[in-house]
């Protein structure tokens, strides 16, 4: 899905957007089609501002019980493509302004939809998917789903990041 500059015609382009090779895949799977356009409007003769909506119906794996996860991600979108180089990466310190997370530095006049669209994708997906806030997750010593029932392991005090501080406090405490 990538739209030359000299394609723009008459300074407005709309593109409709489809799941066609561009989705991120890996993570995050397709859950059905991909919904969307992309208007590219020719701002300079070397810069074209791009605005698009997605709906994108995605599956991902439940952050504590690894169940699948179906969700629909709407999105809005906004690019400046500029041909040219980002002149502040050769700057050491520099504030980085909302603008900046929106311009597109490009090595040639074409603007790839896809990229675009599998970065606003994955920007969008929530930092921890759950399949619901109530999700008791896996069983760690066995990996049960807790969700179906409860296993037979005991529960274990000495599982956990911070059991080895406990043992050496114990063994502190009875030396002392």
Known sequence: MQVAFHDIVGNQCVRRI?????FPGEDVKSAGPVEGTAVLRRTAVD?????????VPV???CGRCCRDVRLVLDIEFFY???????????????ECREEDSQTQFLTEPVV??????????????PARILCSSE??????QCGADLNQGSCSCQPSTDTGPFAALK???DNKDRNH
């Open 18 to 22: 489809t799941d066609d090779g561009w």
């Open 47 to 55: 810069q074209v501002d791009v605005t698009g909506t997605l709906s």
């Open 80 to 94: 400046r493509c500029i041909v040219g180089e980002d002149e502040a990466g050769t700057l050491q310190e520099m």
């Open 135 to 140: 999700c008791k997750g896996l069983c760690q």
């Open 167 to 169: 043992r050496l406090k």
């Open 59 to 61: 599956e991902a794996p």
């Open 112 to 125: 790839d939809l896809g990229a675009l669209c599998r970065e606003q994708v994955l920007l969008a997906l």
